[in-house]
């Protein structure tokens, strides 16, 4: 009687090429979706640690004004004059900082 097997070995239950190919691209997508959302959350970061540093030395500068003036040392227009002048340099760093900020990046092209 002649035998029912085969000499080969059987195939193993996988998934299909088509499969794979969408289970790669998909894997790619969300790696770069993730690269996307850490440099958008660093950038933002950097971002908000740089105007906490400015704002910082604003009031530093304000702050130094103004004792300057509860000891008698400057009068109140001077005062005024150098709390402008102190607003006027942050603004100035400010602008600076989002002037600057885009020409640091990396270009990828």
Known sequence: MASTRSNRSPRPVGRSKAAQIRSI??????????RIQIGGFSAAATAIADWALAADRFVQAVGDELLHLVDGETDSRELMVRVASSTTAHLHQLADHFDTR???APNNN
């Open 25 to 34: 691209s998909l894997r790619s997508v969300a790696r770069d979706g993730a």
């Open 102 to 104: 885009p020409s640091r």
